[in-house]
């Protein structure tokens, strides 16, 4: 009976470390860049897109697709360090436990 008690304890322990960490990834601001960085876009810790900042010398008609294409792949750049930051936090949080590769905290 004892170990099950702490086991309890535990889990309200984990549950509250967890609750803990998606605060801090939420909190989280990543930049991305792409072009030289000729292109930045900032995200928050869910992926939500928070600024962006294109070089004037973009401002071209001839060069739209090259803009639209640098800033997809700065918006990816920076979803990239997010999920990066996110997999150090959960393997920080969860260092020890029995999980299986892949599956993905917080749920």
Avoid: C, Y
Wanted: glycine content about 10%.
């Amino acid at each position: 009976m004892r170990d099950i008690m702490g086991m309890m304890g535990k889990v309200k322990e984990m549950q509250a470390k967890m609750e803990k960490m998606q605060e801090e990834i939420a909190a989280l601001e990543v930049s991305g860049t792409s072009g030289g960085g000729l292109v930045s876009v900032t995200l928050d810790g869910k992926g939500n897109l928070k600024g962006l900042k294109i070089d004037p010398s973009l401002f071209k008609e001839d060069d739209v697709e090259i803009l639209e294409d640098l800033i997809v792949a700065a918006h990816k750049d920076a979803k990239d360090k997010a999920e990066a930051e996110t997999v150090e936090k959960t393997k920080a949080l969860t260092a020890g436990l029995p999980i299986p590769p892949g599956f993905k905290l917080p749920f």
